[in-house]
T-cell receptor, first 111, second 115 residues
């Protein structure tokens, strides 16, 4: 199945800087979710934004959604070394409960 | 409570053999998902269950792959006549999918290596 696109593929920043990663998808959706993955194993849910929302905050995370452009962005403010991980967006394909994950952004935060 | 568990954590098998991968979801979660993830890629959807039935199996790559969830809890992903291209990490996730709650809780995965 087709995956969404994320960019950049990799991002390296200094601790304390902000990190922005983007996600584009192909179909209409009910919601979009962001996940973090450490060490290539289980993923952890970060935040969910619904199709009728434009922006959402959770701690140091800020997510935006533009359904007209079929895109979303995740901003991590004041990054920490512990934020080093891969970040994926996931969308429910055409409003079903079948979730399609993006290709991911590998974030490296340098101490 | 306990999270999603998967067994085994690692499985090495020879080409042509049959394997079963098990997933124990979070108690009370009606939805269960299987994904496959190759190195450097995002999780690829395989199948998801609502209760005992497969609600969408469109991601299963071919008829060598099959999954069951007979009692609406534990699920088993079965792969027949394994091929080297089946090598990947197989991830399981569960979700409530009710009351506006759609987040998925992932297990640690099973790393399958076909030699």
């Amino acid at each position: 199945s087709q995956q969404g696109e994320e960019d950049p593929q990799a991002l390296s920043i200094q601790e304390g800087e902000n990190a922005t990663m983007n996600c584009s998808y192909k179909t209409s959706i009910n919601n979009l979710q962001w996940y973090r993955q450490n060490s290539g194993r289980g993923l952890v849910h970060l935040i969910l934004i619904r199709s009728n929302e434009r922006e959402k905050h959770s701690g140091r995370l800020r997510v935006t959604l533009d359904t007209s452009k079929k895109s979303s962005s995740l901003l991590i403010t004041a990054s920490r070394a512990a934020d080093t991980a891969s970040y994926f967006c996931a969308t429910d394909e055409s409003g079903t409960y079948k979730y399609i994950f993006g290709t991911g952004t590998r974030l490296k935060v340098l101490a | 409570g306990a999270g999603v568990s998967q067994t085994p954590s690692n499985k090495v098998t020879e080409k042509g053999k049959y394997v079963e991968l098990r997933c124990d979801p979070i108690s009370g979660h009606t939805a269960l998902y299987w994904y496959r993830q190759s190195l450097g890629q995002g999780p690829e959807f395989l199948i998801y269950f609502q209760g005992t039935g497969a609600a969408d199996d469109s991601g299963l790559p071919n008829d060598r792959f099959f999954a069951v969830r007979p009692e609406g809890s534990v699920s088993t992903l079965k792969i027949q006549r394994t091929e080297r291209g089946d090598s990947a990490v197989y991830l399981c996730a569960s979700s409530i999918l009710a009351g506006g709650s759609y987040e998925q809780y992932f297990g640690p995965g099973t790393r399958l290596t076909v030699t």
